[in-house]
């Protein structure tokens, strides 16, 4: 059973950063993908990066393309997401998420199998 914790939301204003981390308990199998998944008040819950953890590939959506930057350190089992030029509109519940199947892993449908407890982000203006 893999166990993902996350650490780093906080509050920030406007134009600041923010790095998010996810440490996981343990990779199981080479397909496994990791992304961080977002979800503000009242809204649905929204894929905003992805990374693949053996070819470290990576995607990251169109809304906050050039501002987000999923990474890895595979030595201690940890998903970054750097944040930069946050703007309120980023506030919401960050969670990370994980699974092996290539079909989920390929898509931003939140049907990710493993999840955990979430880090806020607040972002004031």
């Known amino acids: 059973q893999i166990q993902l914790v996350e650490s780093g939301g906080g509050s920030v204003q406007a134009g600041g950063s923010l790095r998010l981390s996810c440490a996981v308990s343990?990779?199981?199998?080479?397909?496994?993908?990791m992304a961080w998944f977002r979800q503000a008040p009242g809204k649905e819950r929204e894929g905003v990066a992805r990374?693949?953890?053996?070819?470290?590939?990576?995607d990251v959506a169109a809304s906050v393309k050039d501002r987000f930057t999923i990474s890895q350190d595979t030595a201690k089992k940890t998903v970054y997401l750097a944040m930069n030029s946050l703007s309120p509109e980023d506030t919401a519940m960050y969670y990370c998420?994980?699974?092996?199947?290539?079909?989920?892993?390929?898509?931003?449908?939140?049907?990710?199998?493993?999840w955990g407890q979430g880090t806020q982000v607040t972002v004031s203006s």
């Open positions: 998420a994980a699974d092996n199947r290539v079909d989920v892993c390929d898509s931003w449908r939140s049907a990710y199998h493993y």
């Open positions: 343990t990779f199981t199998s080479k397909y496994y993908c």
């Open positions: 990374i693949f953890t053996v070819t470290s590939d990576t």
